[in-house]
Each structure stands twice: as structure tokens, then as C-alpha cells.
């Protein structure tokens, strides 16, 4: 099992940046795929990136393509979110999200696949 918490989250204006943070306990975190989540008010919760165990593969919702990047340092046991561009729509809360994995080039889309969940981080974008 892995302990996720997340941080970095925050109000910004339209076109800032912020960087997100999930600080993993437990020491096989390096076997887990990391995928990061948000929901908005009034909306399901939506996929937003996925990165595999090794860091080498990443994936990301059309939304946010471009603007977002999704790194890992397994040393550190903390996957990282950097965020450019933000636009009001991307005002959510912000969860990162493990689960353990066999293939280093692994990723996952779906939430139901995730095992392991952060308490979330808000980011407000201003307009």
C-alpha cells in the first residue's frame, strides 16, 4: 500500500503556472503507475495525465495536452504536476492517484483503476 498526499495548489490568474505535488509513502512506490485526477464543482472526475513506473511513458487528456506535464522522481517518491497556460476551466480539485504494476511502461486511463487515492489539492484559476 501507498500513502498519497498531495500538494502545490492554489489561486492563479489565467495564463500562470503552478506545479503540484504527490508525496508517496512506502518503499516499493517506484512500481507504481501515478495517474492524476480532478473534479470540478458540479462534474465527474476526469483523467487528466498518467505516468508510468519508470517515468519513461506519459499520457494525457486532450484538454490539458500541451499545457501540462506529468514527472516522477521515484527517488524521491513524489510525482510531479507542472501546469502552464491555466485557463478558468481548469479550476478543480486536483488528486493524484497510485497503483502498483508489473511493466515499467504501464499507464492508466480509467480511475476505477487506480487503487490508491490523495486527499486533492484545489487550484482556482482567475480570469
Known amino acids: 500500500q501507498v500513502q498519497l498526499v498531495e500538494s502545490g495548489g492554489g489561486l492563479v490568474q489565467a495564463g500562470g503556472s503552478l506545479r503540484l505535488s504527490c508525496a508517496a509513502s512506502?518503499?516499493?512506490?517506484?512500481?507504481?503507475?501515478m495517474g492524476w485526477f480532478r473534479q470540478a464543482p458540479g462534474k465527474e472526475r476526469e483523467f487528466v495525465a498518467a505516468?508510468?513506473?519508470?517515468?519513461?511513458?506519459?499520457y494525457y487528456a486532450d484538454s490539458v495536452k500541451g499545457r501540462f506535464t506529468a514527472a516522477r522522481d521515484n527517488a524521491k517518491n513524489t510525482v510531479y504536476l507542472q501546469m502552464n497556460s491555466l485557463k478558468p476551466e481548469d479550476t478543480a480539485v486536483y488528486y493524484c492517484?497510485?497503483?502498483?504494476?508489473?511493466?515499467?511502461?504501464?499507464?492508466?486511463?480509467?480511475?476505477?483503476?487506480?487503487?490508491?487515492w490523495g486527499q486533492g489539492t484545489q487550484v482556482t484559476v482567475s480570469s
Open positions: 512506502g518503499r516499493t512506490f517506484s512500481s507504481y503507475v
Open positions: 492517484a497510485a497503483k502498483g504494476s508489473a511493466y515499467s511502461g504501464t499507464y492508466y486511463l480509467g480511475s476505477y483503476e487506480y487503487t490508491n
Open positions: 505516468i508510468s513506473w519508470s517515468g519513461a511513458n506519459t
